[in-house]
């Protein structure tokens, strides 16, 4: 048996008296490699804030790593939506990735030898290491968010968090990116979750839709009527729980 | 010559303090966005001004104490209020300005010149003055200092950095309490409505020529410095108020550099 590692418990949110998320349940294991799906205002934001503990549910329990989600977060790599980050901040590839170490840091807040170590580490992996003096708005939107990912892997997270990670990303990059998420995925969980159906591709493992309510998904063949009735129209599902090699030859 | 009166050289050394805090703090305002907070901050600092002369108290320690106070309400209420949230930045900022006016009319007998506080006058600074603009310095200096990084992750990604457990409400309401330093130590020498200008002026223009934050507080502490001599000089040969000149030189620099730039990078 694979160690629960998110637990809701119906759980709701209302922004206000409007309710965003209803009666979720949800239940991630270790490795697990889950996408979560759902239009634009469909909550994803929301139950990923609260995953988080960034916001607290209006009933209902949230157990991360068995923990509150404020304590359990250290252990999740959370890599926001890299469109929303400040590309006029200055501030370059090296110091985006340090700040992941910032939990770690002694009382003066400075980076060890250790951090810088783990750093250079992460930017191997993420192939970036060329990168580290270049301020981040001189960066392409692949690049940036690999970034973002390689300061989310240096606080060593046993989760992985993707906001929305292929928008505005070319094919090409996608489906290498794909191929490096499927790799990571050996060694942690990853919860992806984006509006874009496309985007799930065949390594995901398992899928759930959200639309203020949620639907789990065990495999990802979801019926079409899924689609509609979380769209409120047909959809177009391009390469949906096909192999993603039918995609590129199709693309050729 | 000028620079041999003692009134001179306390305008030299209260610009170059002045300086010294807006290049470290206006950065983090300008990269951070604080500029309306900032605002409300400043404005609010006028409340401390006014009840430090209706209590016979120094008015700038007095303004230390109400400034650092209503920022960090101003932080509690931008963090927790889910909507309006500028509204309530608004009222804050007119209702610590009308306070200050109004304990002003309060007190009895001779009451300084309010238009050196608004606008500051650069000639009026005294010793006790330069030591209180001193000691903020060395505390800012020292805060900045030893929360480098912490900051840095915070004004970069708040999100972020409270997933990996920075106290970002702390680190907030610390950020702006020094802007709340930093405007009283503005006010003797450009006044509370002129302490925007320098707040982000420096910085604005250091971020044309630099790329990462470090290098940003160099340049604006240097620029900032270069700002207020040039200012200072110019409204002593002119016989022009100080604040209005150094605000002014600062604003025409910034804008024709920004305008420079913005040429080179297009052709």
């Given at each position: 048996?694979?160690?629960?590692?998110?637990?809701?418990?119906?759980?709701?949110?209302d922004y206000g008296d409007h309710r965003v998320l209803e009666d979720i349940n949800l239940n991630v294991f270790d490795k697990d490699f889950l996408g979560i799906i759902g239009p634009n205002g469909g909550g994803k934001s929301t139950l990923l804030k609260l995953i988080l503990g960034l916001l607290k549910p209006t009933e209902g329990n949230i157990l991360l790593f068995d923990k509150p989600p404020n304590e359990g977060r250290k252990y999740v790599g959370y890599v926001p939506q890299y469109t929303l980050v400040d590309r006029n901040f200055p501030i370059n590839v090296e110091e985006v990735i340090l700040s992941g170490r910032i939990?770690?840091?002694?009382?003066?807040?400075?980076?060890?030898?250790?951090?810088?170590?783990?750093?250079?580490?992460?930017?191997?992996?993420?192939?970036?290491?060329?990168?580290?003096?270049?301020?981040?708005?001189?960066?392409?939107?692949?690049?940036?968010?690999?970034?973002?990912?390689?300061?989310?892997?240096?606080?060593?997270?046993?989760?992985?968090?993707?906001?929305?990670?292929?928008?505005?990303?070319?094919?090409?990059?996608?489906?290498?990116?794909?191929?490096?998420?499927?790799?990571?995925?050996?060694?942690?969980?990853?919860?992806?979750?984006?509006?874009?159906?496309?985007?799930?591709?065949?390594?995901?493992?398992?899928?759930?839709?959200?639309?203020?309510?949620?639907?789990?998904?065990?495999?990802?063949?979801?019926?079409?009527?899924?689609?509609?009735?979380?769209?409120?129209?047909?959809?177009?599902?391009?390469?949906?729980?096909?192999?993603?090699?039918?995609?590129?030859?199709?693309?050729? | 010559?000028?620079?041999?009166?003692?009134?001179?050289?306390?305008?030299?050394?209260?610009?170059?303090?002045?300086?010294?805090?807006?290049?470290?703090?206006?950065?983090?305002?300008?990269?951070?966005?604080?500029?309306?907070?900032?605002?409300?901050?400043?404005?609010?600092?006028?409340?401390?001004?006014?009840?430090?002369?209706?209590?016979?108290?120094?008015?700038?320690?007095?303004?230390?104490?109400?400034?650092?106070?209503?920022?960090?309400?101003?932080?509690?209420?931008?963090?927790?209020?889910?909507?309006?949230?500028?509204?309530?930045?608004?009222?804050?900022?007119?209702?610590?300005?009308?306070?200050?006016?109004?304990?002003?009319?309060?007190?009895?007998?001779?009451?300084?010149?309010?238009?050196?506080?608004?606008?500051?006058?650069?000639?009026?600074?005294?010793?006790?003055?330069?030591?209180?603009?001193?000691?903020?310095?060395?505390?800012?200096?020292?805060?900045?200092?030893?929360?480098?990084?912490?900051?840095?992750?915070?004004?970069?990604?708040?999100?972020?950095?409270?997933?990996?457990?920075?106290?970002?409400?702390?680190?907030?309401?610390?950020?702006?309490?020094?802007?709340?330093?930093?405007?009283?130590?503005?006010?003797?020498?450009?006044?509370?409505?002129?302490?925007?200008?320098?707040?982000?002026?420096?910085?604005?223009?250091?971020?044309?020529?630099?790329?990462?934050?470090?290098?940003?507080?160099?340049?604006?502490?240097?620029?900032?410095?270069?700002?207020?001599?040039?200012?200072?000089?110019?409204?002593?040969?002119?016989?022009?108020?100080?604040?209005?000149?150094?605000?002014?030189?600062?604003?025409?620099?910034?804008?024709?550099?920004?305008?420079?730039?913005?040429?080179?990078?297009?052709?």
């Open positions: 048996m694979k160690k629960e590692i998110i637990r809701l418990e119906n759980v709701s949110f939990s770690h840091t002694d009382f003066l807040r400075r980076y060890s030898k250790n951090d810088r170590i783990i750093s250079d580490k992460v930017m191997d992996i993420m192939g970036i290491s060329n990168l580290r003096k270049i301020q981040i708005g001189k960066l392409s939107g692949g690049q940036l968010q690999r970034v973002l990912i390689a300061r989310a892997l240096s606080t060593d997270p046993k989760l992985l968090l993707l906001d929305e990670p292929t928008s505005n990303i070319d094919v090409q990059a996608e489906t290498d990116f794909y191929d490096f998420l499927q790799e990571l995925s050996e060694k942690m969980a990853i919860i992806l979750v984006t509006h874009d159906t496309g985007a799930i591709s065949s390594q995901v493992k398992t899928i759930a839709c959200i639309n203020k309510t949620l639907h789990y998904h065990g495999e990802k063949n979801i019926p079409p009527k899924v689609f509609e009735k979380l769209y409120g129209c047909p959809i177009e599902l391009i390469g949906h729980g096909i192999p993603h090699r039918v995609l590129k030859e199709h693309d050729d | 010559m000028v620079f041999e009166y003692a009134f001179f050289q306390n305008s030299l050394m209260a610009g170059v303090l002045a300086a010294v805090a807006c290049g470290i703090i206006g950065s983090y305002v300008v990269v951070k966005r604080l500029v309306f907070i900032s605002g409300g901050i400043s404005h609010a600092a006028f409340g401390g001004i006014g009840l430090g002369l209706f209590l016979g108290f120094n008015p700038l320690l007095m303004a230390v104490i109400f400034s650092v106070f209503s920022s960090s309400i101003l932080g509690i209420i931008s963090k927790k209020a889910y909507q309006r949230e500028d509204t309530l930045i608004g009222a804050m900022w007119a209702i610590g300005m009308a306070f200050g006016i109004f304990m002003i009319y309060q007190t009895p007998g001779y009451v300084p010149d309010l238009s050196s506080y608004l606008f500051g006058n650069i000639l009026t600074v005294s010793r006790s003055d330069i030591l209180i603009m001193f000691s903020l310095n060395i505390i800012i200096g020292i805060i900045v200092f030893t929360r480098y990084n912490e900051f840095l992750a915070f004004s970069f990604d708040e999100e972020f950095s409270e997933v990996t457990n920075v106290p970002v409400m702390k680190t907030y309401i610390i950020l702006l309490s020094l802007v709340a330093l930093t405007v009283v130590v503005l006010v003797s020498v450009v006044g509370i409505i002129l302490a925007m200008a320098l707040l982000t002026l420096p910085a604005a223009t250091a971020s044309l020529f630099t790329n990462t934050l470090k290098k940003m507080i160099a340049v604006s502490l240097i620029i900032g410095v270069i700002y207020m001599i040039l200012g200072i000089g110019l409204s002593f040969l002119l016989d022009q108020p100080s604040g209005a000149t150094i605000v002014l030189v600062s604003g025409v620099t910034y804008l024709s550099l920004l305008g420079i730039k913005s040429l080179i990078t297009k052709s």
